[in-house]
């Protein structure tokens, strides 16, 4: 089995054939790491899948009235139980599609779009890389698609 480790400011990793295990720095903001992880490794398309602790979460929810999404921030340290998403491109950049399921205590569970939040402790992903671009685009109308372009 061949493998390799990696290293970046905000986090170190281990390359295991086509797949990463991704640890991000105390004190580290989610988004920022894997972002530099992303553009580093020239990540294109993938999914990501994580857990940890984690604090000054910003979490995005859509409002079952107004179909509008509004902002949370949350500051206590939550178990981060479940971060999962996707990693693609929109103009050039790497976009993080993550989901997030928070214990804020023994009976209190929360879930939204994670925006960002700060590793309190230890926070580690698995990143398995796409052979395709993953590539997101708005029409005129503001709506949302995807598609895949060929990365050879």
Do not use: C
């Amino acid at each position: 089995m061949k493998y390799q480790f990696l290293y970046g400011s905000r986090w170190m990793a281990r390359k295991i054939e086509n797949t990463y295990i991704i640890s991000i720095n105390d004190g580290a903001s989610i988004i920022a790491a894997l972002k530099d992880f992303v553009q580093t490794q020239k990540i294109k398309a993938g999914k990501i899948s994580g857990v940890g602790v984690i604090n000054q979460v910003l979490l995005r929810f859509l409002s079952p009235f107004g179909k509008k999404y509004i902002e949370g921030k949350i500051n206590a340290t939550s178990d981060a139980s479940d971060i999962s998403g996707n990693i693609s491109e929109n103009e050039g950049k790497p976009m993080l599609h993550l989901h997030v399921v928070l214990r804020l205590s023994e009976h209190t569970v929360l879930d939204g779009l994670l925006m960002d939040g700060k590793v309190r402790g230890k926070a580690e992903f698995i990143l398995h890389p796409m052979e395709n671009q993953l590539v997101i685009s708005k029409n005129k109308k503001g709506l949302t698609s995807f598609h895949l372009n060929s990365l050879n």
